[in-house]
């Protein structure tokens, strides 16, 4: 049974950071895609980072590009969202996502392509 695990959120203040970690179990992220996205209260669920573990670089939203880093720690099988300079609008339930397989650049930030969940880790940035 694949399950996700989320942790590392909190609340900080604008211009702080923090470092998201997605613990996967009864999986490997060989091969995979993985994606962190984030969903605030009325809004729709967005798409921040993603990854094609197997080669290739990162995809980023515009919103958080050169502040966000997703990267991954094949021993611990474990992948990180980074998230440095954190603004307000940061504020969300952030998720992260996989999928077995190849997902293209234009797919890695969309919800509908990943097939597993994790249950979500709150951020809350203040001002």
């Known amino acids: 049974q694949v399950q996700l695990v989320e942790s590392g959120g909190g609340s900080v203040q604008s211009g702080g950071s923090l470092r998201l970690s997605c613990a996967a179990s009864?999986?490997?992220?060989?091969?995979?895609?993985v994606g962190w996205f984030r969903q605030a209260p009325g809004k729709e669920r967005e798409g921040v980072a993603g990854?094609?573990?197997?080669?290739?670089?990162?995809s980023y939203a515009d919103s958080v590009k050169g502040r966000f880093t997703i990267s991954r720690d094949n021993a611990k099988n474990t992948v990180y969202l980074q998230m440095n300079s954190l603004k307000p609008e940061d504020t969300a339930m952030y998720y992260c996502?996989?999928?077995?397989?190849?997902?293209?650049?234009?797919?890695?930030?969309?919800?509908?392509?990943?097939?597993?969940w994790g249950q979500g880790t709150q951020v809350t940035v203040s001002s």
């Open positions: 009864g999986y490997t992220y060989s091969t995979s895609c």
């Open positions: 996502a996989t999928k077995k397989g190849y997902c293209s650049l234009g797919t890695r930030l969309t919800a509908s392509a990943y097939d597993y």
């Open positions: 990854i094609y573990t197997g080669f290739g670089s990162p």
